[in-house]
């Protein structure tokens, strides 16, 4: 029987908020374990908790930026349930009244289709502490609780998404778009972009959903793909044999790359949840909506529509170019400063993505900043340098940090581009290789390229290439027929 993948995904991001959601600790990534608690986020009784407006704020934002209605009144509730790293035994969330509703998120496909995902809602919620286990040679479990209370939007999307490949797609959008919101960092391998993927299978044509496993705590975009992918052979096997597939909670595990069982899955009613007492119904006038509204960036979407239209740009180079705040705007300075984007474009795609990569560093850390990586590329423009030579004038600068003028200066690498220079050193090269001349005028015209290479080799690459080009028609004659 052929099946159809049906996913849906609940993705957790951690708000770039000074302190907590309910109290005044603060949110710090790395701090020494229980460092950063108070008695309202470890649960102390007779605590209060009070809201962060700042929160708020950031949901509203995203709530905008992903096209949902922003509901007046939402509603606080207590979501029951104990484990080690929650020590109320309970997590102050939103349940039946959530802050935003109804949007979407457009993805696109590696095949160029852009994919709409609707979010069924983005509520607010508090985190939970950390457990760790039997680290090195210690069997002991501890516990940090400096997470409890930091702040967390949920995104609900619908099951939506039909395969890895989809929902990928859909979390590189959503991680790009809190990111340019200023919301959230998105680092995934500190936690604070996180997903859990609800996974069915269906035969296909079938408009009645499969029975669901939810695989948690997934922090890589290769995780979330290999999970899915493994989640979908494990059902499909099951169904096969003539198995039922349980409704559970699974984990992955990248070692073994497969999931397993964790627990059964909950339910609402699991949870038994019931409206925070302690917390007054939260109430967004339209005002504060419309000031948030004025503050939106331009965000990755539009900004790829801007760079095909203004740029001229190919829809495959900035997709890649508008992940990243900090790539698109070191893209635009480059640009702002050469006369042809596109060749701005390759050389931050190509050349400079390759050192970041190969550093492990970021765009905002380049040994290249973009008012150099354009005076670079106007060397060529202006026909000072070859583009070969600029590559290597390229790894100088990210060696050095030096200029690329000064490089090209105290190396003697200006390119020669005088005819008169150049003639005699190809009238050589003529005289060196008489086979291959004779075979060129006897009609072997593809040669051409070996006179161009050996120019290049006798100029250590310093000849214009265009010009070699030109001259080699010239001296070379007509072929014979």
């Not at 229980?34 to 986020?41: A, E, F, Y």
């Not at 695989?215 to 044999?241: C, M, P, T, W």
Request: with cysteine; net charge negative.
């Amino acid at each position: 029987m052929e099946f159809e993948t049906v996913i849906g995904l609940e993705v957790h991001t951690q708000l770039m908020t000074q302190s907590k959601i309910f109290c005044g600790c603060s949110t710090t990534f790395g701090a020494p374990p229980n460092s950063h608690t108070c008695p309202v986020c470890l649960g102390m009784p007779g605590v209060l908790p009070v809201l962060n407006r700042e929160v708020v704020s950031c949901a509203i934002k995203l709530g905008l930026a992903t096209h949902c209605t922003i509901n007046r009144s939402s509603r606080w509730a207590r979501k029951n349930y104990f484990y080690p790293d929650l020590p109320k035994a309970y997590q102050i969330s939103q349940y039946e009244a959530p802050i935003c509703e109804h949007g979407y998120v457009e993805a696109e496909l590696e095949s160029g289709e852009v994919k709409r995902i609707r979010l069924t809602r983005i509520h607010m919620e508090e985190d939970a502490g950390k457990n760790i286990h039997g680290e090195g040679d210690d069997d002991h479990s501890y516990v940090d609780l400096n997470r409890a209370g930091v702040p967390l939007l949920e995104i609900v999307s619908e099951p939506d998404l039909r395969s890895a490949e989809e929902a990928t797609a859909y979390l590189k959008r959503l991680r790009s778009i809190v990111r340019y919101l200023g919301i959230s960092d998105g680092n995934m391998e500190e936690g604070s972009f996180r997903c859990d993927a609800n996974v069915s299978i269906r035969p296909r044509g079938s408009a009645t959903f499969g029975t669901r496993a939810e695989v948690k705590n997934l922090n890589s975009f290769r995780h979330v793909g290999h999970a899915i992918d493994y989640e979908v052979r494990r059902q499909a096997r099951l169904l096969a044999q003539g198995q039922a597939v349980v409704q559970e909670t699974r984990l992955w595990n990248p070692t073994e790359a497969k999931t397993f069982s964790m627990r059964s899955k909950e339910e609402a009613h699991d949870y038994r949840y019931f409206p925070d007492p302690d917390l007054l119904p939260l109430v967004v006038d339209e005002g504060w909506i419309e000031r948030i509204r004025a503050t939106l960036p331009e965000l990755p979407a539009e900004k790829e529509q801007r760079f095909v239209r203004d740029y001229g740009l190919p829809a495959q180079d900035t997709g890649v170019l508008v992940a990243s705040q900090a790539l698109a705007d070191y893209f635009e300075q480059v640009a702002g400063g050469v006369k042809e984007a596109k060749t701005a474009a390759n050389w931050v795609l190509g050349d400079l993505l390759g050192v970041l990569n190969k550093l492990g560093t970021s765009v905002e850390e380049s040994p290249v900043d973009a008012a150099a990586l354009a005076a670079l590329i106007r060397l060529i423009e202006e026909g000072t340098i070859s583009g070969k030579i600029a590559k290597s004038v390229f790894e100088k600068m990210v060696a050095t940090h030096q200029p690329a003028a000064e490089i090209v200066a105290a190396e003697g690498l200006v390119q020669v581009a005088d005819p008169e220079q150049l003639r005699p050193i190809l009238q050589q090269i003529f005289a060196d290789n008489p086979t291959q001349l004779a075979d060129y005028r006897a009609g072997k015209t593809k040669l051409m390229g070996f006179f161009v290479g050996q120019a290049m080799r006798v100029t250590g690459g310093k000849a214009n290439p265009a010009l070699v080009n030109d001259l080699l028609r010239e001296m070379l004659g007509p072929v014979e027929e």
